[in-house]
């Protein structure tokens, strides 16, 4: 979806709660009555803030995924709208609280729709060719193929150094590509930067290889990547986010640490049944800049079982059948809001990995120690993007994810990994 798409989208769902104003004077309110704007305009802020979060209206070709994420975009903001009338009572009718929700689950379903039905005749998604060496090509179709959870493109075809480099042109039209990758011999190579700018000039996007993976699959290609890329700005290391990062730290750690006092008997009982031995471990983590420290979790594994060296699968033997329900629901992370409090941990970050796997981790992935300039998180892009991490395979990848986190750490993005971690275990299940 083009940004001119999604501005237009934006800006009819900044206009809806003024339509339900409009509504509202005409058909509900007194005579002559009228209504302040400021609480509409704060209303119209929500409306577009939760579109952005939470990406919708969707790319896809499905309408099912489409409907979904639109009911979820209207009841967030039903809820917070809802939930402000307890401090603001005053504020808005409850009349145009419900007719802004339902207005805004119109127009996504409906404007979702027409986005459906233009990827389904499109091909389904935007259609990639890339011009990149046998190496990078092998890496990049092993990427795209177990890549992110929600592919919004096609590898269309890859072309080699040991390709005719003259038939670029006339490959790209005949798979209908959308957009051209080059990588970096390539986009050095004469002949190349010709053809390059004549696509341009007809409509094709031309990408760097960094920059595809970075746009389209939401992570730094480690192969690629020189030493100067992760040399930029840390948003955390300065300005005004890290402080308003700690206190939106501080106040979801407070709430989580309310719903652990709640569970916490229920979890007791559980572990006297399923576990029988201590509810709690701890296990020393690297931090941040490098820093050690011990991490909080309620205990998933037999007694005695969380020293034995090897990485931890989904499936297990050491985890017992009351640990499997405890990691499924996410229920045994509750604990770390006490690493949240004491400035450990943040709500959002790279996991921080255990001690003896960071140090071989380090040795053998470039680029890896890059993780630590942020402070390490509860949940990360890597965790919503990407599945459980069970060997070193699946550490690299994961790398590339939060080495995209370090270079791209906003508040925005932080909004929107927390919105994509909620939907993963409301929605998807977990993971």
Same mark, same amino acid.
């Given at each position: 979806?083009?940004?001119?798409?999604? $501005?237009?989208?934006?800006?009819?769902? !900044?206009?809806?709660?003024?339509?339900?104003?409009?509504?509202?004077?005409?058909?509900?309110?007194?005579?002559?009555?009228?209504?302040?704007?400021?609480?509409?305009?704060?209303? !119209?802020?929500?409306?577009?803030?939760?579109?952005?979060?939470?990406?919708?209206?969707?790319?896809?070709?499905?309408?099912?995924?489409?409907?979904?994420? /639109?009911?979820? %975009?209207?009841?967030?903001?039903?809820?917070?709208? %809802?939930?402000?009338?307890?401090?603001?009572? +005053?504020?808005?009718?409850?009349?145009?609280?419900?007719?802004?929700?339902?207005?805004? #689950?119109?127009?996504?379903?409906?404007?979702?729709?027409?986005?459906?039905? /233009?990827?389904?005749?499109?091909?389904?998604?935007?259609?990639?060719?890339?011009?990149?060496?046998?190496? =990078?090509?092998?890496?990049?179709?092993? =990427?795209?193929?177990?890549?992110?959870?929600?592919?919004?493109?096609?590898?269309?075809?890859?072309?080699?150094?040991?390709?005719?480099?003259?038939?670029?042109?006339? #490959?790209?039209?005949?798979?209908?590509?959308?957009?051209?990758?080059?990588?970096?011999?390539?986009?050095?190579?004469?002949?190349?930067?010709?053809?390059?700018?004549?696509?341009?000039?007809?409509?094709?996007?031309?990408?760097?290889?960094? =920059?595809?993976? =970075?746009? /389209?699959?939401?992570?730094?290609?480690?192969?690629?990547?020189?030493? *100067? +890329?992760?040399?930029?700005?840390?948003?955390?290391?300065?300005?005004?986010?890290?402080?308003?990062?700690?206190?939106?730290?501080?106040?979801?750690?407070?709430?989580?640490?309310? $719903?652990?006092?709640?569970?916490?008997?229920?979890?007791?009982?559980?572990?006297?049944?399923?576990?029988?031995?201590?509810? *709690?471990?701890?296990?020393?983590?690297?931090?941040?800049?490098?820093?050690?420290?011990?991490?909080?979790?309620?205990?998933?594994?037999?007694?005695? +079982?969380?020293?034995? /060296?090897?990485?931890?699968?989904?499936?297990?033997?050491?985890?017992?059948?009351?640990?499997? $329900?405890?990691?499924?629901?996410?229920?045994?992370?509750?604990?770390?809001?006490?690493?949240?409090?004491?400035?450990?941990? %943040?709500?959002?970050?790279?996991?921080?990995?255990?001690?003896? @796997?960071?140090?071989?981790?380090?040795?053998?992935?470039?680029?890896?120690?890059?993780? &630590?300039?942020?402070?390490?998180?509860?949940?990360?892009?890597?965790?919503?993007? @990407?599945?459980?991490?069970?060997?070193?395979?699946?550490?690299?990848?994961?790398?590339?994810?939060?080495?995209? @986190?370090?270079? &791209?750490?906003? #508040? %925005?993005?932080?909004?929107?990994?927390?919105?994509?971690?909620?939907?993963?275990?409301?929605?998807?299940?977990?993971?």
């Amino acid at each position: 979806m083009s940004n001119r798409t999604r $501005l237009a989208c934006i800006t009819v769902i !900044a206009v809806l709660p003024f339509v339900a104003r409009w509504a509202h004077q005409e058909f509900r309110a007194p005579s002559g009555t009228r209504e302040g704007v400021t609480s509409y305009l704060l209303l !119209a802020l929500l409306c577009v803030g939760v579109t952005a979060v939470m990406e919708v209206p969707v790319r896809a070709s499905s309408l099912s995924r489409v409907v979904v994420s /639109s009911t979820g %975009a209207a009841l967030t903001v039903l809820g917070a709208t %809802a939930t402000s009338q307890v401090f603001f009572p +005053a504020s808005l009718p409850r009349f145009v609280i419900l007719l802004t929700a339902l207005l805004v #689950l119109f127009w996504l379903v409906a404007f979702g729709a027409v986005i459906a039905v /233009s990827v389904r005749r499109a091909g389904g998604s935007e259609r990639v060719v890339a011009v990149i060496n046998a190496k =990078d090509a092998a890496q990049l179709e092993l =990427d795209v193929e177990d890549g992110p959870f929600e592919q919004r493109f096609t590898l269309a075809a890859t072309i080699v150094p040991d390709d005719d480099y003259e038939e670029i042109g006339e #490959l790209c039209r005949s798979v209908r590509a959308t957009t051209l990758v080059l990588g970096p011999a390539a986009s050095v190579h004469p002949e190349v930067v010709r053809q390059a700018e004549q696509l341009h000039g007809e409509g094709l996007r031309v990408r760097s290889l960094d =920059d595809f993976y =970075d746009e /389209s699959l939401g992570k730094l290609p480690l192969t690629t990547l020189d030493r *100067f +890329a992760m040399m930029g700005d840390i948003e955390s290391l300065h300005g005004g986010y890290a402080p308003l990062k700690r206190a939106i730290d501080l106040a979801l750690a407070l709430l989580g640490g309310v $719903l652990l006092i709640v569970i916490l008997p229920i979890v007791l009982v559980g572990n006297l049944l399923g576990n029988r031995g201590a509810l *709690f471990f701890r296990q020393e983590r690297v931090g941040r800049m490098g820093e050690p420290f011990r991490i909080w979790k309620l205990r998933t594994m037999s007694p005695g +079982a969380v020293d034995v /060296s090897g990485w931890t699968a989904n499936d297990d033997p050491r985890i017992t059948p009351f640990g499997k $329900l405890l990691r499924r629901t996410h229920i045994d992370e509750l604990p770390q809001v006490i690493n949240i409090f004491l400035g450990e941990l %943040a709500v959002v970050g790279p996991r921080p990995e255990q001690v003896t @796997y960071a140090q071989q981790l380090d040795e053998k992935l470039p680029f890896y120690s890059a993780r &630590h300039l942020v402070r390490p998180g509860l949940t990360g892009w890597a965790q919503v993007k @990407y599945r459980y991490a069970a060997s070193e395979e699946d550490a690299y990848v994961k790398l590339q994810y939060d080495l995209h @986190y370090v270079r &791209h750490e906003s #508040l %925005a993005t932080d909004l929107r990994i927390i919105w994509l971690t909620v939907r993963h275990i409301l929605i998807d299940g977990g993971r």
